[in-house]
């Protein structure tokens, strides 16, 4: 099974809007986190935003939030007010902190924000 | 700026080759991280070093190897090369190496003929 999921491959949306994408991982792991990353078409790898599985609270950094539903294994990405900048590939992946700290990517989604 | 740095930015090599990777976290990092990136594959996690120790292993074939010096950068080497190695390599670093922000260097471009 796929420990990372992204089913988007590609969304659109209108600047100055909020858009969610998607990300369901996969572990029996009791302890891991969950990372979000953008990599604009210029190629550079940014980290956004990261959130752990005991994490009371979704985690938040400006304009990116991380919906974190436990139950259901799902950490989607919200963007608030969304920028042209925003245009980009985004990536979801998962860190097992019990059984050997290896992280696991999803086959990311390309966000573009239209004017 | 990341603050992370990595040498060379591209390199073209040959099957059979060896070359080697060299990345300098941001001052005051402890942990760097090696990344592969290529078309058939995807993104992948390879290796996590920690203050010269390694800390977590990802997929990393056995032809790969890396080590981190005293002086906090890393060096990934690869040898035995194949076509199939082709890819960019990122590196990244953060202070300690657990939840924290990771710096992510601008990649080294690998191409493999």
């Known amino acids: 099974a796929q420990k990372i999921t992204q089913t988007q491959p590609g969304m659109f949306v209108q600047e100055k809007e909020a858009v969610t994408l998607d990300c369901t991982y996969d572990?029996?792991?009791?302890?891991?986190?969950l990372f979000w990353y953008k990599q604009p078409s210029s190629g550079e790898m940014i980290f956004l935003i990261y959130q752990g599985s005991y994490d009371q609270q979704n985690a938040t950094e400006g304009r990116y939030s991380l919906n974190f539903q436990k139950a259901r294994k799902s950490a989607n990405l919200v963007i608030s007010a969304s920028q042209l900048g925003d245009s980009a590939m985004y990536f979801c992946a998962m860190r097992e902190e019990y059984t050997g700290n290896q992280f696991y990517f999803g086959t990311g989604t390309s966000l573009t924000v239209i004017p | 700026d990341s603050g992370v740095t990595q040498t060379p930015k591209h390199l073209i090599t040959a099957t059979g080759q060896r070359v080697t990777l060299r990345c300098s976290p941001r001052s005051g990092d402890l942990s760097v991280y090696w990344y592969q990136q290529s078309l058939d594959q995807g993104l992948q996690f390879l290796i996590q070093?920690?203050?010269?120790?390694?800390?977590a292993k990802g997929n990393i074939l056995e032809r790969f190897s890396a080590q981190q010096f005293p002086d906090l950068h890393s060096e990934l080497n690869l040898s035995s090369l194949e076509l199939g190695d082709s890819a960019l390599y990122f590196c990244?670093?953060?202070?300690?190496?657990?939840?924290?922000?990771?710096?992510f260097g601008p990649g080294t471009r690998l191409l493999v003929l």
């Open positions: 990244a670093s953060s202070v300690e190496g657990g939840r924290e922000t990771q710096y």
């Open positions: 572990t029996s792991d009791p302890s891991y986190g």
């Open positions: 070093y920690y203050n010269g120790e390694e800390r």
